[in-house]
T-cell receptor, first 111, second 117 residues
Framework: GEDVEQSLFLSVREGDSSVINCTYTDSSSTYLYWYKQEPGAGLQLLTYIFSNMDMKQDQRLTVLLNKKDKHLSLRIADTQTGDSAIYFCAESIGSQGNLIFGKGTKLSVKP | SAVISQKPSRDICQRGTSLTIQCQVDSQVTMMFWYRQQPGQSLTLIATANQGSEATYESGFVIDKFPISRPNLTFSTLTVSNMSPEDSSIYLC??????????????FGSGTRLTVV
């Protein structure tokens, strides 16, 4: 079956790097996503990676994909207090396939 | 890519009553999706709403409990019927395509935080 696992909490100091990890089970997943949910808000797509890539960088965000181990990570460089939110890993088969979400990692950034 | 307006943003309701959540999209979309996010949990797809046909429900969700309307290509409603405290969740609508994903992924509404007392 489909399953996406994430650790539930991560706490870092402002200015440090944050690394949020995710594992998934469906080897046929073709797109993997990171969504951000700020308190009281909906989900915002931060970035995505296609399964034939192993890395994608977008400003402070770096996504690493190990397809063999079905492991996805999101690194946030120079983490700021505004990065405090819940980060959801999600997968789909095809760019418009149903999204399967992890439970989310709550990132707390301490000044 | 689409912009979604969802309302109400939050509500506190008495058990046994029903609440209708509205989702308005600023462009025509074929499919709209309704998700539930229970406290501390991930998002679970409730149903897919297509214009001109009945919604398609995921396992564990039924039309009598979560009736959906899709009268046109820009609007949908989800009703949570005969509510109980277990229905307390955030409900989100979504459409395919995302501005930050160059059309890949999904755009979500800001959610409706429902508390049933």
């Amino acid at each position: 079956g489909e399953d996406v696992e994430q650790s539930l909490f991560l706490s870092v100091r402002e200015g440090d790097s944050s690394v949020i990890n995710c594992t998934y089970t469906d080897s046929s997943s073709t797109y993997l996503y990171w969504y951000k949910q700020e308190p009281g808000a909906g989900l915002q797509l931060l970035t995505y990676i296609f399964s034939n890539m192993d890395m994608k960088q977008d400003q402070r965000l770096t996504v690493l994909l190990n397809k063999k181990d079905k492991h996805l990570s999101l690194r946030i460089a120079d983490t700021q207090t505004g990065d405090s939110a819940i980060y959801f890993c999600a997968e789909s088969i095809g760019s418009q396939g149903n999204l399967i979400f992890g439970k989310g990692t709550k990132l707390s950034v301490k000044p | 890519s689409a912009v979604i307006s969802q309302k109400p943003s939050r509500d506190i309701c008495q058990r046994g009553t029903s609440l209708t959540i509205q989702c308005q999209v600023d462009s025509q979309v074929t499919m709209m999706f309704w998700y539930r996010q229970q406290p501390g949990q991930s998002l679970t797809l409730i149903a897919t709403a297509n214009q001109g046909s009945e919604a398609t429900y995921e396992s564990g969700f039924v039309i009598d409990k979560f009736p959906i309307s899709r009268p046109n290509l820009t609007f949908s409603t989800l009703t949570v019927s005969n509510m109980s405290p277990e229905d307390s969740s955030i409900y989100l609508c979504s459409v395919s395509g995302s501005p930050s994903g160059q059309g890949v992924g999904y755009t979500f509404g800001s959610g409706t935080r429902l508390t049933v007392v």
